[in-house]
């Protein structure tokens, strides 16, 4: 498709190439000084039958009344088809760079990436999004190969180049080849599960999260744990010790914006994740959490309390313990 352009201020331009969308500086002439570039679901929402897999079980229903009216054999088709569905493969995660924006600073210039992760087959209400210049690519990258020099050999990446990196050629280019490079190492078992490859996509909207929350800014705050729970939903890592500090900030900042209903949603999840573990460090405050957000929503709190009770008498007293909000502060995130 050819590419289009629309004047949208004085010495910018808007560039559009398929469903990838720019915004660059018309044909400026590359400084010497480049700095880079050059040189789960959703909380409480079930599973849809979509497309082909809706389209089966009404074909399935329709069959059933064909052959005789029986409502037994439409039944049967049913059930069949909800087990069928807890076999299929995997859906597949799809990374889509959506946008691209020239930025200048007063020492640098240099091209932001918005990627998209996607997971096929689904429609997301809300998107799980990072934005990520070339030097952010090319770290992860670089510590990828350090590690799994052998699974990395047959992958390829975006080479720098000396000029001509704010065309709009150029970003197109290396879009396509940043959709590519992040797909080819999501299909890689070992890579996909590496603490490099995951935190390349959560751990910097952590960090922010965890600064607007210390200084109260909870909106924000709130947003930016919101995207990071989606991208470690759509990664599939709904289990990790950063998953539980993530719905940790999703709790306070909600309990902090008066959003009661939705911190004790937050609570529950993290405890059925915590269910299993019989002693963690998050246990203690996400217990007392939920006990005072149960009582404050009219919801059943003895279960929170009975297990409150167990860890009174198995550790240190429960007053001495952090809060919440003392724990996600404190949190060491490197």
Same mark, same amino acid.
């Given at each position: ?132 210049? /070339?030097?952010?690519?090319? %770290? #992860? ?5 350090? +590690? &799994?020099?052998?699974?990395? !050999? $047959?992958? =390829? ?71 990071? /729970?989606?991208?470690?939903? %759509? #990664? ?5 010790? +950063? &998953?539980?500090?993530?719905? !940790? $900030?999703? =709790? ?83």
């Amino acid at each position: 498709m050819p590419a289009t352009f629309a004047r949208v201020q004085p010495g910018l331009v808007a560039l559009r190439i398929g469903t990838l969308s720019f915004t660059s500086h018309e044909e400026e002439e590359d400084e010497e000084n480049e700095e880079e570039e050059g040189a789960g679901e959703e909380l409480g929402e079930p599973p849809q039958a979509t497309g082909a897999a809706a389209g089966a079980e009404d074909g399935g229903r329709c069959w059933g009344r064909c052959a005789g009216g029986s409502s037994l054999l439409t039944r049967q088709l049913q059930e069949l088809w909800r087990k069928s569905r807890g076999s299929l493969a995997p859906q597949r995660l799809l990374f889509e760079v959506t946008s691209a924006s020239v930025v200048s600073d007063r020492s640098s210039k240099y091209v932001l990436y918005t990627i998209y992760l996607i997971r096929s087959g689904r429609f997301d209400k809300a998107p799980a999004a990072i934005t990520r210049r /070339y030097s952010d690519f090319e %770290r #992860l990258n670089r510590r990828l190969r350090c +590690r &799994f020099g052998c699974d990395m !050999a $047959g992958i =390829a990446f975006p080479r720098k180049r000396l000029r001509r990196n704010f065309t709009a050629e150029t970003i197109a280019k290396r879009s396509r080849a940043f959709e590519q490079f992040l797909s080819h190492l999501h299909s890689i078992a070992e890579i996909r599960r590496s603490p490099e490859f995951l935190e390349f996509f959560f751990l910097q909207d952590l960090r922010a999260a965890q600064r607007l929350t210390c200084t109260g800014m909870y909106r924000e705050a709130l947003a930016t744990w919101a995207n990071a /729970y989606r991208l470690q939903d %759509r #990664l599939g890592v709904c289990s990790s010790g +950063r &998953f539980l500090l993530t719905l !940790a $900030g999703l =709790a306070v900042c909600h309990q902090e914006l008066d959003e009661l209903g939705e911190a004790h949603s937050c609570c529950e999840q993290a405890l059925q994740l915590l269910e299993a573990q019989g002693s963690h460090p998050l246990l203690g405050p996400f217990l007392q959490a939920h006990v005072h957000l149960a009582w404050k929503v009219g919801k059943d709190k003895r279960r929170s309390e009975a297990r409150l009770q167990d860890l009174r008498e198995a550790g240190p007293p429960l007053h001495q313990q952090p809060t919440l909000k003392e724990c996600l502060i404190k949190e060491p995130l490197e």
